[in-house]
């Protein structure tokens, strides 16, 4: 599936709205342990899941940070600290959302803060610093569209 065509899928990305990202996810067999409750590994999955889609929503798409042109030197999104904190199980078959909002923005990192909720129930909560890093593991600055996605979210 093309970038150009992603728009054609309804909620394949998640929606933004009211200054957060929303994504619905439903649990699979896959998702889960032998007794039916989602596996800790999952909800780590989803949240990724929900920090790209956040990204891609806001026009910035990690294959142009990867290959960027112009001379531009070759960047990805690196997790420099997560939080986690289990609260409630899902099971198997339940319909989910994953919310991600920005708390802060600095020219070095993201500070992103992501709840998974069944209806009203808030299952698990995540607290994520996110870096760019070069292809070589060096820190780099954020690129001023990135910072400007956000602050055009924000407001």
Known sequence: MTASSDANWPDLAGRIEGGRHVLPVRVYFEDTDFSGLVYHASYLRWCERGRSDFLRLLGVRHADLIAPGDGAEPAAFALRRLEIDYLRPARIDDVLEVTTECDEITGAYLLLVQ?????????????????????????????????????????
């Open 115 to 155: 709840h998974v909720r069944r209806q009203d129930a808030l299952l698990c909560k995540v607290v994520v610093k996110v870096v760019l890093v070069s292809q070589a593991g060096r820190l780099m600055r954020l690129p001023p569209a990135v910072r400007a996605a956000f602050a055009r979210q924000a407001g």
